[in-house]
């Protein structure tokens, strides 16, 4: 096994410097990653399943939201202790722990959970569109997929500025839910009573099991063991245990925060609705027309405000995380941007599918569904955490007390319990509905629960019965090799991409630099005008021949000074027609200039040097502009 594990989300690891900081300075150093996870607890998700839970039974189901208060508290610092002392997230550590095969389907589950999550932001984000500037609901879906953009901007910006961004995201939604509550008036006495469990069956447990979903997301638990590797820690026991303190306390404070805005959603609908005898209000639409008739304008417009703004704090977090499962369990990376858009366009065609075929109602109902899905994901989680951070092999003397663990395993106990009991109730329920749907009931959905449960079974034997063997670590750009031969290089013919900017004389220098004078250097240059795009080397207008003047320049200019130079043009596109030239004059290494440009501008543009390297099978050297 490495000694050194790949970083999880290695462009901002170790990024914040915490050492060397006393009393409030060094605790607001570690105050960040557990409000970046808080944002899920309070996503459009939530929202759904509180608005119901809040009108069909009042103020009873609080003691659910407390209870997953509870549990999260535990499960997120278990995470959080497990990416500071072992410096793997979650995802890299059950890659260690459990055969590929098993991680491929761990992904799988993760990922679900990951598009059932964006699900509920994207509808969520949609219809506080649409409440505030009466936009359609399949325009507002639609537009959700550019803040991909927002998502990248903030991710160059570096960790403490995205930080910045949720928490004032965070501030939005719970200073108007603050205002909503001195404008509904709730009832103290009937929402402390709230806090006593009650017995769950029916629509309660369905609901019970949606919110304990929204509250206890998978997803978290992998993001927060990756975030808390941001902040640098001595790596002694000392930093070690001050670490875990100081992110218990960013914990605490940021999921109670958090609990307080989902118990002010549930206390609104219990207030506003159960209490006016509108029992059935699931969809948030209704909740918003409600609140307006009762209340008047501003409470409506505050909900709308504050829905819009946890949507887009929440979809940046679950960007984060599915770049982390990715690496984590099947040590596959790509940019963010790509796989925000992968997810984003994977939770939009539910979406989409629903509004035409259902109906603008049918969204609320979705919203439930996806947060139950997340419940059902919970125990491929769960368990394998409280695996990883009870082995005193791994975890040496920072492994967690017996009590903690009897702890935990009761709440993976109850979450399974309560996802077992769903699942058996929904399956009798549909025989019931559909019996003409015998055969998908019993043929297909019932042989997929088996095998799912087969498969949670198995993660949680296996670090039973191997207690002490983890996978050889692997990592997306794999180990180091045993070096044998240094013998310098002599390359004999190199290619310099010209594109008469000032780039163009460190490119020359630094091929110079390579090949000396006994290289041949061909200059190319790509001509990319209309006319050059569609009929090629026939063209011979203006830019063409200005070109090729300038670049007979440049080789004469080296042939003065002793050095074997030729010039080659080519037409159309820049990145394909430079391949074509390398390959067809034998080219043994290239070097090419960097434009510069910021990741928008990559985005938009494209880069010519990255379409190269994936062309041609030489080595690319690329020179990037030096900045004064």
């Known amino acids: 096994m490495s000694k050194t594990p790949d970083q999880s989300l290695a462009n901002v690891h170790s990024s914040i410097n915490t050492e060397n900081k006393t009393g409030w300075r060094r605790i607001l150093a570690f105050i960040g990653p557990a409000y970046l996870v808080s944002v899920g607890y309070m996503d459009p998700g939530n929202w759904a399943t509180d608005i119901a839970g809040g009108s069909a039974f009042g103020y009873k ?244 405000i504050a829905l819009i703004a946890s949507g887009q704090s929440s979809t940046i977090t679950g960007t984060l995380a599915g770049q982390i499962i990715m690496e984590g369990h099947i040590n596959l990376r790509i940019e963010p941007w790509l796989r925000r858009l992968l997810t984003r366009v994977l939770a939009i065609v539910p979406a989409v599918f629903t509004i035409i075929y259902f109906g603008e109602t049918g969204l609320g109902s979705l919203i439930i569904l996806s947060q139950v899905v997340l419940s059902l994901q919970l125990g491929f989680a769960v368990i394998p955490l409280i695996h990883f951070t009870s082995s005193r092999k791994r975890m040496g003397d920072f492994a967690i007390s017996l009590k903690v663990k009897i702890l935990a395993w009761a709440s993976a106990v109850l979450i399974v319990g309560l996802n077992a009991k769903l699942v058996y109730q929904q399956l009798s329920d549909w025989g019931t509905q559909y019996p003409s749907a015998a055969i998908w009931i019993y043929g297909v959905a019932t042989p997929l629960i088996v095998a799912i449960a087969i498969l949670l079974i198995y993660v949680f034997l296996r670090p039973l019965l191997f207690k002490h063997y983890d996978m050889p670590a692997q990592v997306p750009h794999g180990l180091a090799s045993k070096i044998e031969d240094l013998t310098p290089v002599a390359y004999k013919n190199i290619a310099i991409t010209i594109d008469f900017s000032k780039n163009d004389t460190e490119c020359i220098r630094n091929a110079i630099m390579q090949g000396g004078k006994h290289a041949v250097y061909t200059l190319i240059h790509v001509v990319e005008t209309a006319g050059a795009r569609y009929y090629g080397t026939e063209v011979m207008d203006h830019e063409t021949q200005s070109d090729s003047d300038n670049l007979d320049t440049y080789v004469n200019t080296l042939t003065e000074l002793g050095y074997k130079a030729r010039a080659h043009i080519g037409f159309g596109s820049a990145a394909s027609s430079i391949a074509k030239i390398i390959n067809s004059e034998k080219i043994d290494f290239v070097v090419m200039g960097s434009h510069g440009h910021k990741a928008l501008k990559d985005l938009i543009f494209g880069t010519t040097v990255n379409s190269v390297r994936h062309m041609v099978n030489i080595p690319v050297l690329v020179v990037k502009p030096q900045t004064k």
């Open 61 to 304: 189901l609080i003691w659910i939201l407390f209870a997953s208060n509870l549990i999260a508290l535990l499960l997120q610092s278990l995470s959080a202790r497990l990416g500071i002392v072992r410096g793997l997230d979650l995802a890299q550590a059950s890659k260690n722990a459990y055969p590929r095969f098993v991680n491929f389907w761990l992904y799988i589950l993760a990922q679900i959970a990951i598009i059932a999550c964006d699900l509920a932001e994207i509808i969520g984000m949609a219809i506080g569109l649409q409440l505030l500037f009466h936009l359609p609901l399949i325009w507002g879906v639609s537009l959700t997929i550019t803040d991909t953009v927002l998502m990248l901007f903030l991710m160059n910006k570096g960790m403490r500025k995205l930080e910045a961004f949720i928490m004032a995201m965070i501030f939005i939604v719970g200073l108007s839910f603050l205002i909503e509550m001195f404008i509904v008036g709730p009832d103290v006495a009937g929402v402390a009573k709230g806090f006593i469990p009650t017995n769950l069956t029916g629509n309660a447990l369905y609901l019970a099991i949606g919110i304990i979903g929204a509250t206890v997301m998978p997803h978290n638990l992998y993001l927060h063991s990756s975030l808390v590797q941001t902040r640098q820690i001595s790596r002694n026991d000392k930093g070690i245990k001050a670490a875990i303190k100081f992110n218990l306390f960013d914990t605490v404070i940021a999921l109670n925060l958090a609990f307080v805005v989902n118990a002010a959603i549930l206390i609104l609908a219990a207030t506003a609705f159960f209490k006016n005898g509108y029992f059935q209000v699931a969809e948030i639409q209704d909740a918003y027309k409600l609140l307006e008739h009762i209340f008047g304008k501003v409470a409506p417009t505050l909900f709308a």
